[in-house]
């Protein structure tokens, strides 16, 4: 083998190992993130004493991703035949969205969206009802389903 050979083959080497890198870097940022796996975890928010009676109470629920403690508000209700969770999370464009115990309503106080207690539209911009989340009660306390990137459930 020649010097020449030598250095040439070295520097083949070192392209073809920055253009891998390059593509599995771009691969990974093209992928949708929907795509990507992700796990559901069910978070702690309260305990199953605490649900409301009738109607709906404001509750958050904590979890940890990627390091940092994310604290997210929830609507709790309860009516005749069910109890569930609502995020707080306009569909129109994510504003979050108050509810107001006399009109027995959610209403969005960025462009005057409104709600029913069940997180249908009312009136106003919004597309779609209020999203619901997964709720499930074991061992007397309320547990909220957050779908978490897998490596961030782990
Ligand atoms: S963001 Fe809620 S109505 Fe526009």
Redo the contacts with the bound molecule.
Sequence with gaps: MTRRDFLTGTVKAIISALVTGVTVVAAYFMYPAGLRSRTMVYCDCMDEDALPKKGVKRAEYRYTQKGREMAVGVFIVKDDSAVYALSPV?T????L?NYNRHKNEFI?P????RYDASGKVIS???PGPLARLPLKIENGRVYIGVMLPAAAAA
């Design positions: 306009c129109h464009l994510g504003c969205v969005c960025c462009h005057g969206g106003g911009p919004p």
